[in-house]
Nanobody
Framework: QVQLVESGGGFVQAGGSLRLSCAAS????????MGWYRQAPGNQRELVAT???????NYVDSVKGRFTISRDNAKNTVYLQMNDLKPEDTAVYYC??????????WGKGTLVTVSS
């Protein structure tokens, strides 16, 4: 059973930065894509960013230019660098993986709180 473990969440003031990490229990090459989603209180879970096996990236418009997704295949880890954070970025951030059977695997989430 593959596991995804997120870390790096916390409390930060608006304009600050955080880097989230997602450690996978097996090679990232096991997955078609890796990604980050977030869910704010009362809202549906939304896609934030994805990165493919080949390194292609995709971002939701609200984070373009501020967030960067990357991967370290040697460490089986995916990162989300978040800069210029805004209060509306406050949410639980979830790591996601889609395998070659199109099954989705989720981490348990890490909370990011941005104060104004």
């Amino acid at each position: 059973q593959v596991q995804l473990v997120e870390s790096g969440g916390g409390f930060v003031q608006a304009g600050g930065s955080l880097r989230l990490s997602c450690a996978a229990s097996r090679s990232l090459f096991s997955f078609k894509t890796m990604g980050w989603y977030r869910q704010a209180p009362g809202n549906q879970r939304e896609l934030v960013a994805t990165i493919t096996k080949g390194g292609s990236t995709n971002y939701v418009d609200s984070v373009k230019g501020r967030f960067t997704i990357s991967r370290d295949n040697a460490k089986n880890t995916v990162y989300l660098q978040m800069n210029d954070l805004k209060p509306e970025d406050t949410a639980v951030y979830y790591c996601n993986a889609v395998d070659w059977y199109n099954d989705m695997i989720w981490g348990k989430g890490t909370l990011v709180t941005v104060s104004s």
